[in-house]
């Protein structure tokens, strides 16, 4: 059996391009320095897939910023005003990707989205009414040339036609189906060139068709292929998906004339059944996504070999494949000194999951797969407890019922009490939680790490903070106060570290963005709280105000979405057992005279399955009761708030409003507060905190636009449900202008509050 790799990671496994990049864009090294990074990094990919006998190896998955941006630039989507800067093609490139500010001009970055139901963020394309797509690029051409040098024969990749044109921001008049015929055209000049360079596949990614299709959508993907497949000569064209089943469109792939056809089994439910019922040609390639790209488990060999079997009654031609680029997992395991190897034996980053490709093909050409060494050692690493269970965990969350996750009084008694026991002026005033993590406070958390500084010396220096911190918002006036979050290098890190059951890795960095890479904890074995995790710190800031002070925590499904996950529970069962430690946190900190706590689910949105069908059965039906166990337990006089970084949830309002939390505070600034009117639409119970200006930016909000931005919202919330906030964690801002901004938003209120 033949093996696919869809894309491999390129950052490199200690993170090489990312240093050489930031290096460049500060002007300490040269563009032919870059280059050369890449090509190295290029050529040592290319090598370990060969060496392990990968049979269709990608290229032009290679990217300097982001593989969306790349095919946007290939098919000329530049808009004018960066190509008026004057760049050359590759500081052009970075100019959409960064900004650019200086002698040629100051513009913005395009936007940046997250792709599909991953954390990896993508550049928007734009496209406008004079934009002219057309083939303009050389990168996919090189670097199938260049590993052509190498002697390895690749598979170029790019981004397909349909996925580009639903993916881009159209600002003129013009839609996707007015390009059908450049973008063909463009694509059938991609496939002709690629005749004559001698390639014998093209991979193009489809990723949007395991989405929800309207007829519509299906007309233009057809209208698309229809056109560029007819002028297919010799390379033969790959269509692959990922991320999810082509329920909507299965039939017409099989239909027009792919050579092969790249299905996802591990994400996509349909799959199977689809292959089944409907068959599958021929004289078609099946490359059967049966390796997770996207978590870091070993693969189960007898699973796959049972896949195997199943498809081939129905699929004459079969591709061992990846479900996904393996861009979404970490390099590989030799770089982790730490972790000992009866835990390591279970994970597969990139370079394991190679491995298991290896392994796979060799058992496969057995006569008697199930009796290869291969699939024995495989099959030992499934068999009895690889996880330390933690029995209570267990009972307690199985013996969870109806009342666990209901918090009683309802609503609106619980307003009225809290009304009346905190006696807060219209319009509190408060904060997101973290101030800014400026470089002594990195600087301290660094030398705790290290070992050169003590527990004792480290902690005081947070409480130090705290006291300046606590001070300062009292003197400029805010209402409900935070302690800063000092102590905390990111909102899910910092939980994972104190809960028992999460793993750390040392250089496993995943990209997010760009030059941004992650370091996810993995989810291993039962969650469990051992002890208090932020009582301490926030019981010191209440002891220092006769103000209230709001207590801080991450929430279950944040925490989730942020971590590689277990395979072998489901997500809703995880999500439950982080709820039950955080809960308990919840009521420690109540205990500990804590009366507003903050529960963050930030990431609640992002996990959205991408196909609405699936969002209560798959998503929700979970997410929300597992944020209300963890406050449910609480008092009427405790007020619970939560915080959401993506406001765009119109779509989830009524959930958000389930989670009955008392206090709301989202981001708002940037989308003209669209939202609002969503909220009296349905009704919303809970009381809201819309971001009054954005963090995202240096900039200081002057107390006149404040005060126009408080009235908007005033002109259509009730004002005794809102409250006067900034948009999200001021963590990555500066000094300076975060005490001038909430100076000037203290006193915006205040002057709103006197014209009452
Ligand atoms: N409480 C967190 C903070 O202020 C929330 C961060 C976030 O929403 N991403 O930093
Ligand atoms: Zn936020």
Redesign the pocket.
């Known amino acids: 059996m033949k093996t696919s790799i869809i894309g491999y990671p390129r950052v490199g496994s200690l993170r090489e391009l990312k240093f050489v990049s930031e290096q460049y864009f500060k002007g300490e090294i040269t563009i032919n320095e870059l280059h050369r990074t890449g090509a190295e990094l290029r050529a040592a990919h290319w090598k370990t897939q060969q060496e392990n006998g990968i049979d269709f190896i990608p290229s032009n998955d290679f990217s300097f910023y982001d593989g969306v941006l790349d095919t946007a630039c290939l098919l000329n989507i530049v808009p004018a005003r960066y190509q008026a800067l004057g760049l050359s093609p590759l500081e052009t490139y970075f100019a959409m990707a960064r900004g650019y500010q200086g002698e040629q001009g100051d513009v913005k970055a395009l936007a940046m989205k997250k792709w599909f139901n991953t954390n990896y963020h993508y550049m928007v394309p734009e496209i406008d009414d004079s934009t002219v797509i057309q083939l303009a690029g050389t990168k996919l051409f090189d670097e199938f040339q260049e590993a052509k040098q190498q002697q390895v024969a690749t598979k170029p990749v790019v981004i397909g036609p349909f996925t580009l044109l639903k993916l881009a921001k159209y600002t003129g008049t013009k839609q996707a189906a007015d390009f059908v015929g450049e973008a063909a055209a463009a694509y059938a000049a991609v496939l002709e060139q690629l005749n004559t360079l001698g390639a014998a596949w093209i991979q193009v990614d489809e990723p949007a068709l395991v989405t929800d299709l309207s007829p519509a959508d299906l007309a233009l993907f057809s209208k698309l292929y229809e056109q560029i497949l007819s002028a297919k000569g010799t390379v033969k064209v790959l269509l692959q998906t990922y991320f999810g089943d082509v329920r909507d469109c299965y039939q017409t792939l099989q239909t027009l004339p792919f050579d092969g056809i790249g299905l996802d089994f591990v994400e996509g439910k349909e799959s199977l059944a689809l292959v089944k019922q409907y068959g599958f040609a021929d004289h078609k390639v099946l490359f059967a996504g049966l390796i997770n790209g996207k978590n870091i488990w070993r693969n189960q060999y007898k699973r796959t070999l049972s896949l195997i079997e199943e498809l081939s009654a129905s699929v004459k031609q079969i591709v061992l494949s990846s479900s996904c680029s393996l861009l979404h997992v970490p390099y590989t395991l030799k770089n982790e000194s730490r972790l000992p190897d009866a835990t390591k034996r279970h994970f597969a980053f990139a370079e394991e999951k190679l491995q298991e490709f290896a392994e796979l093909k060799a058992v496969l050409a057995q006569p008697n797969p199930y009796a290869a060494a291969q699939y024995v050692h495989n099959e030992g690493l499934f068999n009895g407890t690889r996880f330390t269970n933690n029995e209570a965990v267990q009972a307690k969350a199985a013996a969870l019922t109806e009342a666990d996750f209901t918090r009683l009084p309802a609503f609106g008694e619980r307003e009225a009490i809290q009304k009346a026991k905190f006696n807060l002026p219209l319009l509190p005033t408060t904060t ?3 101030f800014p993590q400026t470089a002594e406070v990195r600087a301290n958390r660094f030398a705790f790490k290290k070992g050169s500084i003590t527990e004792e010396q480290y902690k005081q220096f947070n409480l130090d903070r705290i006291a300046e911190c606590v001070a300062r918002q009292e003197a400029i006036g805010l209402d409900v106060l935070v302690h800063g ?1 000092y102590e905390r290098n990111d ?1 899910v890190e910092y939980f994972g570290e104190c809960l028992d059951g999460f793993i750390f890795t040392e250089k496993a960095w995943v990209q997010s963005y760009g030059t941004r890479c992650v370091k996810p904890p993995i989810v291993w074995g039962d969650i469990s709280r051992s002890k208090p995790m932020t009582v301490e710190y926030s019981a010191y800031a209440k002891s220092l105000t006769s103000k209230p002070v709001k207590g ?1 925590l991450t929430g279950p499904v944040t925490i989730l979405n942020w971590s590689f996950p277990r395979e072998d529970i489901s997500l809703q069962d995880s999500a439950f057992q982080i709820a039950l430690a955080i809960r308990d946190e919840v009521l420690d900190l109540e205990a500990n005279r804590v009366a507003i706590i ?1 529960i ?1 689910e ?1 990431a609640l949105r992002e996990k959205l399955p991408l196909r609405k069908s699936d969002w209560q059965s798959e998503y929700l039906s979970w997410a929300i009761p597992a944020f209300r166990l963890v406050h449910s337990g609480v008092q009427a006089e405790t007020q619970i708030h939560t ?1 959401m ?1 993506y406001s765009q949830f119109s779509d989830i309002i009524r959930d958000i409003d389930a989670m009955d939390a008392d206090v709301i505070t989202f981001e708002a600034s940037r989308s003209d507060l669209a939202i609002i009117d969503t909220l009296n639409e349905c009704g919303f119970q809970t009381e809201v905190g819309p971001g009054v200006y954005d963090i995202h930016s240096p900039r200081i909000p002057s107390v006149d636009e404040l005060k126009q931005g408080l009235q908007q919202m005033l002109d259509k919330i009730d004002i005794a449900k809102l409250w006067v906030n900034p948009d ?4 990555t801002r500066g000094e300076q202008e975060t005490w001038a901004s909430l100076e000037h938003l203290v006193q915006a209120t205040k002057e709103v509050r006197a014209a009452l």
């Open positions: 997101i939680g973290s979050e909102m801080m903050q963050d930030a915080h970084c999200c964690g001021l963590k």
